[in-house]
């Protein structure tokens, strides 16, 4: 008896997580929301931005795909070229290369500089994406791992869903270039934050070419990637355009966008952790629904985007639906590349990322070209493409990566458990 509640109250300190422990992983989760923030802030700002340079929509829409395509370059890269540099330094570091371009695209005096500026926050951005997950679970004991990725994850999902409508709302109040300033402040801010919280995090092994080639041998994980890439192109060909979309075809004033993407925001939020209570024990079948949602959603406003109230509550229920898309993601990844981690979130990172870039660059093309509409069509399309690749491909038994991660201080390998890939 006395064994057993010796061994009880030994487990309990063990699951005790030390408060500074839980300030790095917030810190992480400050980097993850910071830059998924800049990369997305454009969206928002295309039309301001467009007419101060002297450009058209589809052009300044450039500033999220070049930035998205370089970061999809610089995610597998970084991690390879890092060898066994200090995680905590390297972070700190991108952070601050990424405030600095954010300062830049403050300042820029033509699409050319801005562009330039974008380049260099696309460097910053894959490379702590890359890095950010593998490093939660040495924060914090076994048990609390599948929080703590919760919690890094949580970042790059608020921030994807709350940056367009907040720098949307702060570009009408001021200026399209205070959106940036304010970025740029708050990238520093982070940057010191992962300084001060984080402990030393000395590389545990360097990523070889050899592992990162190895995941295309991964059934599960590269027909997750495929459906990944065309979720995400169709919902940036789709969403880049929102904003001329609601102002020329809704008819809704243009002081009300940045309400009305906020309430997006929000709406995403409540997705992104909705999602979450089931994404680490069936994430295919939480991204088939999600992957459904948003391919009926971006059809519906297309047909009834000329009756604002309407517009209103299908875009609303559009955001419920990709705010879950990020957490789920990654669960699929740990629940079917368990063993490969640090590799595997390298590539998820790429992919994400080049899908924002081309889905932007797709709906500038199709914007340029076509009614507006034509953009909400082709990303429905692609959607509901996407749901079609996941649901032919048969699931796979495995456990929940997080759990692994959580038993073993890694992730473990799949077996047999519950249905989630």
Known sequence: MTETATASASGRAADRTPLRSWLAVLSLTGATFSITATEMLPVGLLTPMGGALDVSEGSAGLTVTLMGLTAAVAAPTLPLLAGRVDRRLLLAALMAVMAAANLLSALAPSLLVLLLARVAAGVAHGG??????????RLVPAARVGRALSAVFAGIGTASVLAVPAGTMLGQLLDWRAAFF????????????????????PAERAVRPRELAGLRRN???RTGMLFLALLVVGHFTAYTYVRPFLE???GVAPGLIGVLLLGYGAAGIAGNFAAGTTASRTPRRVLLVLGSGMAATMAALALLGGHAPAAIGVLLLWGVFYGGVSVSSQAYVLATAARTREAAGALFAAVFNASIALGALAGGRVADTAPLPAVLWAGAALAATAVVLLALHPAVRSRSGARCAARSGSAGSPGHGDDVA
Do not use: R
């Open 128 to 137: 702590v994406w890359a890095v950010a997950a593998s490093l939660a679970v």
């Open 248 to 250: 020329q075809v809704s």
């Open 219 to 221: 059934v599960p994980l």
């Open 182 to 201: 304010g970025a740029a402040a708050l990238t520093a801010l982070v940057a010191l934050a992962l300084v001060l919280a984080l402990p030393a995090l």
